[in-house]
């Protein structure tokens, strides 16, 4: 199986800027996602990342202000997250999964991951 462990979390004031990591141990996988979840709502799709292609896919309320990257050497992909603002505020989940279809459908769809993280709160003050 696949160990994910995130960091990077914390409070920051709207407009600022924070990195999240996810270093993953174990099987080999093919995406890696984010997904977030703010209390009372459901989890929602923030950004993914083939592993072998480099491919990226974005939730359109972050295009322009998150990118997904990722370290092949620390088998790490990182969430660097701009602009940030108070609406942001949630916690934070990186998984992974296996089956590599490319369709943004797909890596979108939380029950398409397979492992996940324990998650990393993100807090906006305005």
């Known amino acids: 199986q696949v160990q994910l462990v995130e960091s990077g979390g914390g409070l920051v004031q709207a407009g600022a800027s924070l990195r999240l990591s996810c270093t993953a141990s174990g099987r080999t996988f093919d995406t890696m996602g984010w997904f977030r979840q703010a209390p009372g709502k459901e989890r929602e799709f923030v950004a993914a990342l083939r592993w072998s292609v480099g491919n990226t896919y974005y939730a359109d309320f972050v295009k322009g202000r998150f990118t997904i990257s990722k370290d092949n050497a620390k088998n790490t992909v990182y969430l660097q997250m701009n602009s940030l603002k108070p609406e942001d505020t949630a916690a934070y989940y990186c998984?992974?999964?296996?089956?590599?279809?490319?369709?943004?459908?797909?890596?979108?769809?939380?029950?398409?991951?397979?492992?996940w993280g324990q998650g990393t709160q993100v807090t906006v003050s305005s």
């Open positions: 998984a992974s999964n296996g089956r590599g279809w490319p369709a943004y459908s797909f890596v979108s769809g939380a029950k398409n991951y397979d492992y």
